[in-house]
């Protein structure tokens, strides 16, 4: 079993920055994909970034350039740096740990807001 816990997000004006962190408890975190997804309001979830086991990486084209993603293994944490944000970056950002098919685990989120 592994727990998620966002933190992080808030309210930025555009072009801003934020930092986002996932603490994760439960063992073996080394051993899971990470992800970023959000969900802006009336959307669907979209991935946003993703951080294999081997910390290789992957991203959106929306977000390509300005966010990334990093992962700490002796903290049990993943980090997205956004950066240059705009406002169409709004939406509530959640984190995902992935071992298999059917091993997954979602945390409950962080609001980001983008606006002047």
């Known amino acids: 079993q592994v727990q998620l816990v966002e933190s992080g997000g808030g309210l930025v004006q555009p072009g801003g920055s934020l930092r986002l962190s996932c603490a994760a408890s439960?063992?073996?975190?080394?051993?899971?994909?990470m992800g970023w997804y959000r969900q802006a309001p009336g959307k669907q979830r979209e991935r946003v970034a993703g951080?294999?086991?081997?910390?290789?990486?992957n991203y959106a084209d929306s977000v390509k350039g300005r966010f990334t993603i990093s992962r700490d293994n002796a903290r049990n944490t993943v980090y997205l740096q956004m950066n240059s944000l705009k406002t169409e970056d709004t939406a509530v950002y959640y984190c995902?740990?992935?071992?298999?098919?059917?091993?997954?685990?979602w945390g409950r989120g962080t609001q980001v807001t983008v606006s002047s």
């Open positions: 995902n740990a992935k071992l298999s098919a059917a091993t997954e685990y």
């Open positions: 439960g063992s073996f975190f080394s051993r899971y994909a």
């Open positions: 951080i294999t086991s081997g910390a290789n990486t």
